[in-house]
């Protein structure tokens, strides 16, 4: 069983950068689809960005195409989520999470583990 934990969050001004990652113990994240889902007060999780055991293939919500990359180093456990261009609609807590059968990438339902989510902040 994969532990996740999420680094990186904190408050920026909109039109800054922040860089989240996602580091793996307990077993290797290899193995996983790994995705990023976001949380804003009063709402529903959404998937943000996901991408393939190996990162050969990577998903993306339109709302953040062209902004937002994700990546993944397996040799050091770790998933990143790279965020440019920030809004005030991006701010909510961001979780990433390891699913075993990488199907429907944008389905929560589809992970197995999940970080406990770091909180980033866009001020306008």
């Known amino acids: 069983q994969v532990q996740l934990v999420e680094s990186g969050g904190g408050l920026v001004q909109a039109g800054g950068s922040l860089r989240l990652s996602c580091a793996g113990s307990g077993g290797t994240i290899g193995i996983y689809g790994m995705g990023w889902f976001r949380q804003a007060p009063g709402k529903e999780r959404e998937f943000v960005l996901a991408?393939?055991?190996?990162?050969?293939?990577?998903y993306n919500v339109d709302s953040v195409k062209g902004r937002f990359t994700i990546s993944r180093d397996n040799a050091r456990n770790t998933v990143y989520l790279q965020m440019n261009s920030l809004k005030s609609e991006d701010t909510a807590i961001y979780y990433c999470?390891?699913?075993?059968?990488?199907?429907?990438?944008?389905?929560?339902?589809?992970?197995?583990?999940w970080g406990q989510g770091t909180q980033v902040t866009v001020s306008s």
């Open positions: 991408i393939s055991p190996t990162g050969a293939r990577t």
């Open positions: 999470a390891a699913g075993y059968q990488f199907g429907a990438a944008d389905d929560v339902k589809t992970y197995n583990y």
